[in-house]
């Protein structure tokens, strides 16, 4: 039989899930947003020349996204100093990832895609390698306010911002192409 207590920590848990399901959804809606708004406003080989190098980023992007992960293990249980100085190595290593990404990129894009290699790839693995590197930190923000009861926060912060981003990532779409949605998910992260 349930007690009224564990019938309270139920309908509270089940409260607090509600809201990280609220920003799961936001977060699904703007990773479903770019590929929709690039097939809304401009061809299916912008598409391509967007999903190719975004792919590519998130695979390469792991160093960042794995330390992000530890980084926020770290700081769950340590105290706040140790955290910090956690968060201030994975601040600290992330520019040295992205120069050897950038070192890499070129050669593995000519590699894979061969004779139809584009330079604007390599503008758009820039861009995209630096909003995933925000998000990785952005992970670690956003999973501590969550592990500390507040995703309620969180999510009205995700859905008062929504609208505008939406409206910022379809008018860079629109007006610039994969170029600029790459750039509005960098301005949307960062």
């Known amino acids: 039989r349930l007690t009224f207590q564990q019938t309270v920590f139920f309908l509270q848990l089940f409260h607090y899930g509600k809201w990280m399901g609220v920003n799961q959804t936001i977060q699904i809606i703007f990773d479903?947003?770019?590929?929709?708004l690039l097939g809304l406003f401009s061809t299916t080989s912008a598409v391509a020349l967007y999903a190719i190098?975004?792919?590519m980023t998130q695979k390469l992007a792991m160093i960042?996204?794995?330390m992000a992960q530890i980084v926020f293990n770290r700081s769950?249980?340590?105290e706040k100093m140790?955290?910090?100085?956690y968060l201030r190595d994975l601040v600290a290593v992330a520019p040295f990832c992205a120069m050897i990404f950038l070192c890499a990129c070129r050669p593995l894009f000519e590699l894979w895609l061969g004779q139809h290699f584009d330079g604007k790839?390599?503008?758009l693995a820039a861009l995209l390698f630096i909003a995933v590197t925000f998000t990785s930190l952005n992970f670690i923000t956003a999973s501590i306010l969550e592990s500390s009861g507040r995703a309620r926060q969180l999510a009205r912060y995700d859905l008062t911002a929504m609208i505008p981003l939406l409206i910022i990532m379809a008018a860079f779409t629109y007006h610039f192409g994969a170029t600029g949605r790459a750039t509005a998910f960098l301005l949307k992260e960062a």
Not at 32 to 36: E, I, S, W
């Open 64 to 66: 960042p996204v794995a």
């Open 76 to 78: 769950v249980t340590s």
């Open 53 to 55: 190098p975004l792919q």
């Open 32 to 36: 479903g947003a770019d590929r929709f």
């Open 121 to 123: 790839i390599l503008t």
């Open 82 to 85: 140790q955290s910090d100085r």
